[in-house]
């Protein structure tokens, strides 16, 4: 099966700009996350869709961040504006097929350096 | 709040040694998660822990957990450079899906 797919895979950006990140799940997967991955740190969860609704988001900086999945497949994450603390790499996730013990399935990642 | 811990963070051993990381987690879950994450790769599923007692084993590596303890072990046997990577584990939060990941272990395994 096809993996999850990420794009771009790096973007550099100034503070103050804004960026977009695009997830594309494996085919199936209803449930979807976004995930923080600082240098040196396991991921943090930012948001979590089930189909297009969101389950959990409390973890999301609401000020800055937003992300949404129309459709209940594609998802995009944006970060406006982009602050130094925000270069990280942004994974995106799946899970579904096999119910609530499924592991997630990761894609490759956006690395974003804030400059 | 949820918290993951693991021990040690950074792990040099020699090929053929045995090692065991650990993972202790501050609230009750009856499941746990490895991953394993490459350089400059993203997270691949190594197990899924799924009650207490639990046992899995794959190759040179084997994860157990103790539920009531709150703690998850991940043996090494006779380490092989491969192995080399960042080891996670993750705990659900409460009955969700979101997974509270560890700091990682990161593994160096020498010649």
């Known amino acids: 099966e096809a993996g999850v797919a990420q794009s771009p895979r790096y973007k550099i950006i100034e503070k103050r700009q804004s960026v977009a990140f695009w997830c594309n799940p494996i085919s199936g997967h209803a449930t979807l996350y976004w995930y923080q991955q600082i240098l040196g740190q396991g991921p943090k969860l930012l948001i979590q869709f089930q189909n297009n609704g969101v389950v959990d988001d409390s973890q999301l900086p609401k000020d800055r961040f937003s992300a949404e999945r129309l459709k209940g497949v594609d998802s995009t994450l944006k970060i406006q504006p982009a602050k130094l603390e925000d270069s990280a790499v942004y994974l995106c996730a799946s899970s579904g097929l096999q119910g609530r013990n499924s592991p997630l399935h990761f894609g490759n990642g956006t690395r974003l350096t804030v400059t | 709040e949820l918290k993951v811990e693991q021990n040690p963070l950074f792990l040099s051993m020699q090929e053929g040694k045995n090692y065991t990381i650990y993972c202790n987690y501050s609230t009750t879950s009856d499941r746990l998660y490895w991953y394993r994450q490459d350089p400059g790769k993203s997270l691949e599923s190594l197990f899924v822990?799924?009650?207490?007692?639990a046992v899995k084993q794959e190759g040179r590596l084997m994860a157990s957990l103790d539920t009531k303890a709150r703690l998850s072990t991940l043996h090494i046997t006779a380490a092989v450079h491969d192995l080399s990577a960042t080891y996670f584990c993750a705990v659900p939060f409460v009955l969700g899906s979101r997974l509270t990941f560890g700091e990682g272990t990161q593994l160096t395994v020498n010649p």
């Open positions: 822990l799924l009650s207490n007692g």
